[in-house]
């Protein structure tokens, strides 16, 4: 059936690839070893069978075009499931099957998936290879689009299966057993699974990234929150950055925004014109996942376990991320973007004039002022086309990327977008304050979920798709954190998207650097606040505004705490809390309490 070369010593990988393939029949086994030869000639197996278009090579070098099943474009929620042993274990949030029914229904999927077709087998590690925080996954996939993103996005073969046998050897720490099989692309036969009790996830019928790369939000959050509760330490859906003051001191943050709220951005983002004197330097350590823990001196360091972004293309260009418009100019993946004549990419809201034809995410030709039978233009790309990018193409990467150790967290940050309510900025009084900011967090729905606009969903750290087990217990995890700890950071929570009359009262992009260095100011004792009943806000004075022009009262209405208003979402973060019944902490409903008494005294 398949060749029998197995490069490794461990009976534990063994067995189970090899109990994987009777199951899945595929007519090979190739390795992934991480080396440039063979990644040089998957893509050509690639361009050879369509699953890749190579791009104008003088113009992008590196580059190449994918484009997945019409019906297979953005992470499938209603399809996920956390499969615990007991339901409770799942929570209220998560969708939930059994381990025997989640096994069985997948098993009747990949049963035969991969005939004619090779199974890779690619170690990979989240983290750096052979550090405390890193954890090592294998992947076996029947997508050769998967293994050419997972070597962007991870570190990935030989080095990390001997990590993985020196582990296993030393201690029997074991790997996440990840299986992934395109299948038949259906989505009526598409299922994406996570059993945290045997640190397993199988994935069937997909084939776009956040399904399939399971390194990326299946390990580094569903599965590794879970472990992170038992062993100590978080797994959060942040960006990390560090920001360099003029004396040259590094401050990190770790900060977290449901999707489309400008994470990867804010990660990367160029000090304004008027901050420039200052001579502040940003450098980008992540822009979606940090695992954070608590190290010897009391302090919480973190880590991006990811080498790549996978990021949303739409929108970007040299005006919302200079960075990332050079980080993808060469060795990048694009998925479902529009193809130019000339070879080259596009997509709405990118750099450049509108091109006046191509051939659309689907594959189509297309002409600019293109409608469907509704009358709304037809899009060039896809509202959630991606590109798959390394974090070394990045002008700002942080040096730091590939230390065992990580940066340490001066301050956490949870954002969402709130065209009223949330003042810019605000700090909580402490740590369990500031878990209970972080646990009522809501966001208006984006193009990017499904939903009605401007409709509030609650999504306690942006976490809710990607808690891998009871949310209520997850909260308690955060506070217990706090105890740990001798040194927590502080946490603060922004709002980039207040409006007044539909318009946006904060210019946003580089600007928000002008909050950060108030957050740091905080941190660091540098300066007061004013008291108010949800946390400590600025004083105007205090947020440079050198080189914009925004109003004092303008930025008077940003920090302001509206009481009728914050009445109104304490309606709703109940609603919320209750559906978490006894699990929820009670200092959370303390916090919940505590504010709606410092509301009623305030004028
Ligand atoms: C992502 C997401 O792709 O949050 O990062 O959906
Ligand atoms: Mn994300």
């Known amino acids: 059936m398949m060749s029998k070369k197995f490069p490794t010593t461990n009976k534990k990988l063994k067995d189970w690839i090899i109990k994987m393939a009777e199951m899945c029949q595929p007519e090979d086994i190739v390795w992934i070893d991480g080396t440039d030869a063979q990644r040089e000639r998957l893509e050509k197996e690639c361009v050879a069978s369509n699953e890749l278009i190579e791009l104008n090579q003088e113009k992008l070098p590196g580059c190449f075009l994918h484009r997945t099943a019409v019906d297979d474009v953005a992470r499938t929620e209603h399809l996920t499931f956390i499969c615990s042993r007991r339901k409770q274990d799942a929570g209220p949030t998560n969708n939930w099957m059994s381990p025997r029914d989640g096994y069985n229904k997948a098993r009747a999927i990949f049963k035969g998936s991969m005939k004619g077709r090779t199974m890779y087998v690619i170690p990979f590690s989240m983290g750096p290879v052979g550090s ?7 992947e076996l996939t029947d997508s050769r689009y998967v293994v050419l993103n997972m070597l962007i996005m991870t570190r990935c073969g030989e080095a990390v299966l001997r990590q993985l046998e020196l582990q296993d050897a030393e201690s029997g720490i074991g790997f996440t057993k990840c299986l992934h099989s395109k299948a038949k692309l259906n989505i009526n036969e598409r299922l994406i699974l996570h059993f945290p009790e045997d640190n397993t996830i199988w994935s069937v019928g ?14 580094s959050l569903r599965i590794a929150s879970f472990l992170g509760k038992r062993e100590h330490w978080l797994a959060e859906h942040m960006l990390i950055m560090g920001i360099e003051e003029p004396n040259g ?18 990660a990367m983002l160029i000090p304004p014109e008027g901050l420039k004197v200052k001579g502040y330097r940003i450098w980008t350590v992540g822009d979606d996942i940090a695992w954070m823990r608590i190290d010897s001196d009391g302090a919480l360091w973190a880590i991006n376990p990811e080498t790549g972004f996978f990021g949303v293309a739409p929108g970007t260009n040299s005006k919302s991320n200079p960075m990332m418009v050079e980080t993808i100019s060469k060795n990048t993946i694009y998925t479902n973007v529009l193809l130019k004549t000339d070879n080259t990419v596009w997509w709405e ?35 959630n086309s991606r590109f798959t990018a390394p974090i070394k193409n990045c002008p700002s990467a942080s040096f730091r990327i590939d230390q065992h150790h990580g940066v340490p967290i001066s301050a956490i940050i949870f954002g969402g977008r709130r065209a009223h309510l949330s003042p ?18 809501g966001s208006e729905l984006t193009a990017a979920q499904v939903g009605k606009l401007g409709q509030v969903r609650r999504d306690p750290m942006a976490m809710i798709p990607f808690c891998g087990y009871n949310m209520a217990n997850y909260f308690s995890h955060w506070l217990s954190m706090g105890k740990r700890m001798a040194k927590p950071p502080k946490i603060f929570a922004v709002n980039w998207f207040r409006t007044d009359d539909g318009e946006f009262l904060w210019p946003g992009f580089g600007e928000n650097l002008r909050v950060l260095e108030w957050i740091l100011d905080r941190c660091n004792n540098r300066v007061a606040a004013v008291e108010t009943p949800i946390g400590f806000v600025p004083r105007p004075q205090d947020i440079d505004l050198t080189g914009i022009n925004l109003p004092v009262q303008t930025l008077e209405k940003l920090l302001k705490v509206n009481k009728e208003e914050w009445f109104e979402e304490l309606k709703d973060v109940n609603r919320f809390f209750k559906q978490f019944k006894r699990d929820l902490p009670r200092e959370l409903w303390q916090e919940y309490k505590d504010l709606e008494g410092r509301l009623k005294n305030y004028e």
């Not at 810019?424 to 967090?441: D, K, P, R, S, Y």
Request: glycine content about 18%; aromatic content about 12%.
């Open 349 to 383: 809201g990118s750099d450049g004039e509108v091109p006046q034809e191509g051939i659309d995410w689907k594959g189509r030709q297309w002409k600019f002022g293109m409608r469907d039978e509704n009358g709304k233009p037809i899009l060039g790309a896809h509202a």
């Open 249 to 266: 001191h590094i401050e990190y943050i770790a900060a977290a925004f449901p999707s489309a709220c400008g994470k990867t951005n804010l």
């Open 424 to 441: 810019l900025v605000f700090e909580g009084f402490n740590w369990q304050h500031g878990v209970f900011m972080g646990a009522t967090m």
């Open 132 to 138: 405390t925080f890193s954890k090592i996954g294998v």
């Open 206 to 219: 997909s084939g776009y990234g956040g399904n399939v790369l399971l390194g990326k939000k299946c390990l």
